[in-house]
């Protein structure tokens, strides 16, 4: 049981990692990971999009 959490984990890391920081394309990072994730190659698109640059709004 541990073994299939973890895997989820590790499976939905692009995702926990765009929430972590608050991206603002979170749930399209979701989406991604679902859907293309089990290709890896869509995994670690996921990956490099969930760390990129946040955008921060600017208050005037």
């Known amino acids: ?8 984990l590790v499976y939905f890391l692009p995702t926990v990692i765009a929430l972590a920081r608050g991206h603002h394309n ?10 293309l994730g089990w290709t890896m190659i869509g995994w670690l698109i996921a990956l490099i999009w969930s760390v990129t640059a946040v955008a921060r709004r600017v208050s005037a």
Do not use: Q, S, Y
């Not at 049981?1 to 989820?8: D, G, N, R, T």
């Open 1 to 8: 049981m541990e073994i299939l959490v973890l895997a989820a």
């Open 26 to 35: 979170g749930f399209a990072i979701f989406l991604t990971n679902l859907l």
